[in-house]
């Protein structure tokens, strides 16, 4: 068994060992609520949710289906926000509006722990419970978070520099949509840090997330003859890069790969335009954080761990057809 089966096995595991958890605490929470010996008198927790990432976006809209669903499933009422573009003063003063209410707990993503320092430590100091989403785990504890649901981004970057290593892949760039995002950042960082370690090189390409032609006409731009490996970290830049190397007849010369998938990109895996998608399974982010912050409100009870990881995974020609089939469903 190679290195990174096995460190997905055991990221496996410790996905399964929580979710049990969660299933014994979902278990206690309806016998504690049918002896009314629950810790909030509400019979209605309600939970805020504020992301970097607006619900029609589609990413996220996966993560607002596993919000809607465990909502429901869990009958607590859930209210969704986010900026109209990454705008992390908008997000903090989201954050801001949803403290001022005093929710039974806050779910939150933290791409900038920097700019949403002060949000987050105001809801702290409210005694609201706060679990982290999709970004900034790394940083989770120390902002007061209970539990990080998601990815290690450098991890994940990581790997996907060790598999475009192994696909031949010596120069490469790593396409940042969103400057600013510290997951961007770990992504990419992870991702040169293998190709590196692996006798190759690379460099970072800043875009514009907002201009799709922009996107296209830089990520050709800097797809000179020696690149021969594109990694974008978002299913709108990797549509861009798509558009770039099949304008320069590149597309089976240059590989080609992302983080994040949508109809897209997984069609273009599936038909071997795209080496692979990294998944972090972003309806389990939304989904898990509503569930455990429900029953933390309700019952105290929360799984001892610091983070539960939800990826990385990889879809590629081989299984997407299968991953295609569930993000019929809005689960992938």
């Known amino acids: 068994m190679n290195r990174e089966r096995s460190v997905r096995r055991s990221a496996l595991w410790r996905v399964l060992g929580?979710?049990?958890?969660?299933?014994?605490?979902?278990?206690?929470?309806?016998?504690e609520r049918a002896s009314a010996t629950t810790r909030d008198s509400r019979a209605r927790p309600r939970l805020a949710v504020v992301t970097h990432?607006?619900?029609?976006?589609?990413?996220?809209?996966v993560v607002k289906n596993g919000i809607d669903q465990a909502a429901k499933d869990m009958d607590v009422t859930v209210t969704y926000q986010a900026p109209q573009a990454f705008d992390m003063v908008a997000m903090s003063r989201l954050i801001d509006a949803e403290v001022a209410r005093k929710p039974d707990g806050l779910i939150v993503s933290v791409p900038d722990p920097a700019a949403?320092?002060?949000?987050?430590?105001?809801?702290?100091?409210?005694?609201?419970?706060?679990?982290?989403?999709?970004?900034?785990?790394?940083?989770?504890?120390?902002?007061?978070?209970?539990?990080?649901?998601?990815?290690?981004?450098?991890?994940?970057?990581?790997?996907?520099?060790?598999?475009?290593?192994?696909?031949?892949?010596?120069?490469?760039?790593c396409v940042n949509h969103e400057v600013g995002n510290v997951s961007e950042d770990e992504r990419c960082r992870g991702?040169?840090?293998a190709l590196t370690k692996a006798g190759g090189e690379g460099r970072v390409l800043s875009v514009n997330a907002a201009s799709p032609t922009d996107m296209q006409q830089k990520i050709l731009?800097?797809?000179t003859p020696e690149v021969d490996g594109v990694f974008t970290l978002g299913p709108a830049a990797a549509r861009?890069?798509?558009?770039?190397?099949?304008s320069a007849n590149r597309l089976g010369t240059t590989k080609l790969a992302t983080f994040d998938l949508s109809p897209e990109i997984l069609a273009a895996a599936r038909d071997g335009q795209i080496l692979f998608a990294i998944d972090q399974q972003q309806y389990l982010q939304g989904y898990l954080a509503v569930v455990l912050?429900?029953?933390?409100?309700?019952?105290?009870?929360?799984?001892?761990?610091?983070?539960i990881p939800t990826g990385p995974s990889f879809v590629t020609r081989e299984n997407a057809a299968a991953v295609i089939?569930?993000?019929?469903?809005?689960?992938?």
Not at 53 to 61: I, L, V
């Open 293 to 307: 912050l429900a029953q933390y409100a309700q019952h105290g009870v929360l799984p001892a761990a610091e983070a």
């Open 18 to 31: 929580c979710l049990l958890m969660v299933l014994f605490a979902a278990a206690c929470g309806r016998g």
């Open 116 to 173: 949403l320092a002060r949000s987050l430590q105001a809801a702290r100091d409210a005694g609201i419970p706060i679990l982290t989403i999709n970004a900034g785990g790394e940083e989770a504890r120390k902002m007061g978070a209970l539990l990080h649901i998601g990815q290690s981004e450098y991890d994940a970057g990581k790997a996907g520099g060790e598999r475009f290593a192994r696909a031949g892949v010596r120069r490469a760039i």
């Open 191 to 193: 991702f040169l840090d």
């Open 221 to 223: 731009a800097a797809t």
């Open 325 to 332: 089939d569930a993000s019929k469903k809005g689960i992938r």
């Open 240 to 246: 861009a890069a798509l558009a770039a190397l099949q």
């Open 53 to 61: 990432g607006q619900a029609s976006d589609p990413f996220w809209s």
